[in-house]
T-cell receptor, first 115, second 110 residues
Framework: GAGVSQSPSNKVTEKGKDVELRCDPI?????LYWYRQSLGQGLEFLIY????????KSGLPSDRFSAERTGGSVSTLTIQRTQQEDSAVYLC?????????????FGPGTRLTVT | SQQGEEDPQALSIQEGENATMNCSYK?????LQWYRQNSGRGLVHLIL?????REKHSGRLRVTLDTSKKSSSLLITASRAADTASYFC??????????FGQGTRLTINP
């Protein structure tokens, strides 16, 4: 079946511009996650949506970052007034309960470059 | 802050050798998962071990978990060039949220 998809795959933007990154999770997965990965580093948790519950925004680095999940499916991560330090790969994942645990399925990521 | 800490940060071995990577964590967990990442893109789930398990196998992968030491190891036997990737451990703490470590970059030399 179809996996998690993200668009665009690459985005180059000028400092100060706003960007929107899109994630289409696997159908039926109730949870959706956004992570950020700087070059050669681990994954930095950004935000997590579960069903109709309030999202866990504890990982968002500043108020320039926001995310929405419409209709419990597609999610958009918005970065306003981009800065060079926002350059990274942004990864989206979705998951569903499998017995006593959750396994995350990742999209291919969006590589954001802020010039 | 990251919960898991992988060790070593980078590992380079010859094809056919075994590769061992370690992960340490700080808080109590329900399970620990290992993921692989090729070329800095999406991660792929490899194996999960529950907190009440000590060892688990999947093909050429062997995972151990020592909850008293808050550590886990991933062993890849008879390595292949295609195993070249970054490997991350992630800890599940009851909720769906996983906390990932910094990863080990594994290079298999032909």
């Amino acid at each position: 079946g179809a996996g998690v998809s993200q668009s665009p795959s690459n985005k180059v933007t000028e400092k100060g511009k706003d960007v929107e990154l899109r994630c289409d999770p696997i159908s039926g997965h109730t949870a959706l996650y956004w992570y950020r990965q700087s070059l050669g580093q681990g994954l930095e948790f950004l935000i997590y949506f579960q069903g109709n519950s309030a999202p866990d925004k504890s990982g968002l680095p500043s108020d320039r970052f926001s995310a929405e999940r419409t209709g419990g499916s597609v999610s958009t991560l918005t970065i306003q007034r981009t800065q060079q330090e926002d350059s990274a790969v942004y990864l989206c994942a979705s998951s569903r309960r499998q017995g006593d645990h959750y396994e995350q399925y990742f999209g291919p990521g969006t590589r954001l470059t802020v010039t | 802050s990251q919960q898991g800490e992988e060790d070593p940060q980078a590992l380079s071995i010859q094809e056919g050798e075994n590769a061992t990577m370690n992960c340490s964590y700080k808080t109590s967990i329900n399970n620990l998962q290992w993921y692989r990442q090729n070329s800095g893109r999406g991660l792929v789930h490899l194996i999960l071990i529950r907190s009440n398990e000590r060892e688990k196998h999947s093909g050429r992968l062997r995972v151990t978990l020592d909850t008293s030491k808050k550590s886990s190891s991933l062993l890849i036997t008879a390595s292949r060039a295609a195993d070249t990737a970054s490997y991350f451990c992630a800890t599940g703490q009851g909720a769906q949220k996983l906390v990932f470590g910094q990863g080990t970059r594994l290079t298999i030399n032909p």
